[in-house]
């Protein structure tokens, strides 16, 4: 009769933590389905391309990117950039405290930049990068986000937002005539969030900065569990 009523007991506990808040409700994950896209650019393809720079490879696999960082010389030109990335809550937020920043993208012999960043909310999930560009040369970058359980209902990226880093909104031909910058968006499919960057580059003539001409991004499937 003892062992019944213990076993009885050890069961009501167990169904008591399993029907509490942390164990309720839909839990969200990422999985190995990635892959990598083609690359976009602004006009021009430079000559270099950095590292990748993937969360999984310098955090943890279930992680997103949630900062992306460049150092501005001037309008054109950078010295360097990096991302950073947070672990995915089961209810579909990134971590609010903890996080990791990747090493850079690549290194100029200038450090002289000021220090812009794009980042999306932590109820959001990152699902692309968006880029104004002048001249075939990133001016203003901003990363794009959608709440989680629009990703997992496969809803459209054409609706996802973001905020530009720097706000610049006029470009400048070599004659000094402003015009509107070009703008161009690369975002992970349906179902899919940003998981990894690359960059395409070009370096200045003094070697001291870089143009960048363009991204490459690595996109991994969230899913959906109750």
């Not at 009501?12 to 994950?29: E, K, Q, T």
């Not at 560009?133 to 990133?138: F, I, P, V, Y």
């Not at 996802?160 to 975002?187: E, I, N, Q, S, W």
Request: charge should be neutral.
């Amino acid at each position: 009769m003892v062992n019944y009523v213990s076993k009885f007991i050890i069961f009501c506990l167990v169904m008591l933590v399993f029907s509490s808040p942390a164990f309720a409700g839909d839990i969200y994950y990422l999985d190995d389905d990635s892959y990598e896209t083609s690359s976009k650019n602004f006009g021009k393809t430079g000559d270099n391309w950095s590292a990748w720079r993937k969360c999984e490879s310098f955090y943890e696999e279930n992680s997103i990117i949630r900062t992306l960082t460049f150092w501005k010389h001037t309008a054109r030109k950078v010295d360097t950039g990096r991302v950073s990335c947070r672990h995915l809550e089961r209810d579909g937020t990134m971590e609010e405290g903890y996080y990791e920043t990747s090493d850079y993208f690549f290194n100029m012999k200038s450090t002289g930049g000021k220090k812009k960043k794009a980042k999306v909310d932590l109820d959001t999930l990152t699902v692309g990068v968006k880029v104004r560009s002048c001249r075939g040369a990133m001016v203003d970058f901003k990363l794009l986000s959608m709440p989680a359980d629009e990703i997992a209902a496969l809803e459209s990226t054409s609706d996802a937002t973001g905020d530009y880093a720097v706000g610049k909104k006029r470009c400048f031909t070599a004659a000094g005539t402003p015009y509107k910058p070009d703008t161009d968006t690369l975002t992970c499919d349906p179902g899919y969030v940003l998981t990894g960057l690359k960059v395409n580059y070009d370096e200045t003539l003094t070697g001291r900065n870089a143009k960048v001409r363009g991204f490459k991004a690595q996109c991994t499937s969230l899913h959906l569990t109750n």
